[in-house]
């Protein structure tokens, strides 16, 4: 018994460093794609001024790379099923690399794009893969430890406005492309040498034998996109069930989930490719300015996943279609502040920004990440969905990435920056109203579930008075 005791102890603590490794280097590496691809909206300005591209042909350039980006990701993550993980991260990141010194050789729009394309592919491999261990590994407080290493994407776009505008101010535009690329490459290297498939493929021990009182991951048994787990459940393994995009949109939720992500992600991809335009062009801010700026946008997101994550488990009782309605609502309230201030300084701009990020960001990383890993888990094909469930959700969102980038310029362009705002307010609203729905009549109706609103709505109505508050005092 105590021999037992002690080697249940000792796989234990293997299993919890082996997973604590994994999640660093996986919050590196997906920092990483998102260092690669904010260069795109970092050099716009100057691809404007010095390579004479028009708004027309930037947005065709993020219509090409959206467009490709949103097919890939529905089929990467089916894809990602026959390749080892580790492999497939790692190609992707090298073909980033190898785009990344490409962009900065062009000098045409049509170059542009073709390195878009390859851009693009390799783009779609990370999200879906990165996720599908993460679920993997991770079974307990999916919420608050998603939204912790979801950050990543913030703490990579941060890094790549900073360094980006870095570079672009003291060099010239293609050094915002050629900086990264020895990151991408030592990344590529930390990927496939180190990442592990699964748990039970860890230096040969099944970590999932150990006695479920220590074992730092006693499985879920999900509701749905309620994210609510039960630690007595026993693990789920895969079933034989065949993994299609077709039983994928069979599950509950999945669609109304997907439509409220293309409002979301239209909203995302807006602000993360036109920020710094907006703040020189729109706004007038110098150069500097507008890129360290456009950083509040990524720093409200540092600071909105793992709040996000901790505010859905601890306090709506791990309702996480309810946590995102109620902070979309909050960021239509965010966005319409930003229309205010739009003409009293940095200040006040950075902070409206900032807490857009929060409010818009936390909720991204919710429904294209933990809610997937909630739904695979819950399935009856198991945890092996996760991948294919990111995916198909990413892909539906990124739809409205693709119908941004034309709309962006287009609208700001003919009727000016605070209508496109105003677009935004409206598309917070009908992706708040449309996860309200899903949190009300497609879940179950328990006593935890009408606490968890009557939460909620306390929640919105203080922001609703705090808001009236404001706009009062601006008056």
Request: glycine letters at 10%.
């Amino acid at each position: 018994m105590a021999a037992n005791g002690t080697a249940s102890i000792a796989y234990n603590a293997e299993f919890k460093l082996a997973q604590r490794r994994g999640l660093f280097i996986l919050y590196c590496t997906y920092a990483g794609f998102y260092l690669s691809r904010k260069a795109d909206s970092v050099v716009k300005a100057k691809l404007h001024e010095e390579e004479g591209f028009s708004m027309e042909d930037l947005a065709f350039l993020d219509t090409v790379y959206l467009a490709v980006y949103t097919v890939a990701l529905a089929g990467s993550g089916v894809f990602g099923g026959y390749f080892s993980s580790n492999k497939l991260l790692s190609g992707a990141l090298v073909l980033l690399a190898l785009t990344s010194f490409l962009k900065a050789r062009s000098t045409s729009v049509y170059m542009f794009a073709c390195c878009q394309i390859i851009h693009a592919m390799c783009q779609s491999v990370g999200w879906p893969t990165c996720i599908k261990l993460i679920g993997t590994w991770v079974t307990e407080n999916r919420g608050f430890v998603m939204g912790l290493w979801t950050t990543c994407q913030s703490m990579g776009g941060i890094l790549g406005a900073v360094l980006g505008t870095f570079f672009l101010t003291h060099h010239t535009w293609q050094w915002a492309y050629l900086y990264h690329i020895p990151i991408l490459l030592f990344l590529s290297l930390v990927v496939f040498n180190f990442i592990e498939e699964a748990p039970t493929q860890s230096r040969g021990h099944a970590y999932s034998n150990v006695d479920e009182e220590d074992d730092l991951e006693s499985p879920n048994s999900a509701l749905m996109a309620s994210g609510k787990a039960s630690s007595s459940s026993p693990r789920k393994q895969p079933s034989d069930q065949k993994i299609s995009l077709a039983n994928v949109l069979m599950i509950p939720g999945v669609v109304n989930i997907g439509v409220a992500y293309f409002f979301l992600k239209f909203m995302r991809y807006a602000l993360l490719m036109w920020l710094p335009y907006y703040y020189e062009e729109g706004l007038l801010f110098d150069q500097s300015s507008a890129g360290y700026m456009s950083t509040s946008f990524e720093m409200g997101g540092l600071v909105g996943t793992p709040f996000i994550g901790w505010f859905s488990d601890k306090i709506l009782t791990g309702r996480r279609d309810l946590t995102s309605a109620c902070f979309l609502a909050v960021a239509g309230a965010m966005l319409s502040g930003c229309i205010l201030v739009s003409g009293m300084g940095t200040f006040l701009n950075a902070a409206f920004m900032f807490f857009v990020g929060i409010t818009v960001i936390g909720p991204d990383s919710i429904l294209s990440g933990t809610i997937a890993q909630d739904l695979g888990s819950a399935s009856k094909m198991g945890p092996n969905v996760i991948g294919t469930l990111a995916g198909l959700i990413n892909s539906v969102g990124s739809c409205g990435s693709i119908f941004q980038s034309y709309s962006t310029a287009y609208i700001s362009k003919v009727y000016g920056w605070s209508t496109l705002f105003g677009v935004f307010v409206a598309f917070a609203c009908i992706s708040s109203g449309i996860l309200f729905r899903v949190a009300l009549f497609l879940n179950s109706q328990s006593t935890d579930d009408r606490r968890s609103l009557q939460k909620a709505i306390l929640v919105l109505t203080c922001v609703f008075c705090s808001g009236m508050f404001v706009v009062h005092i601006h008056k």
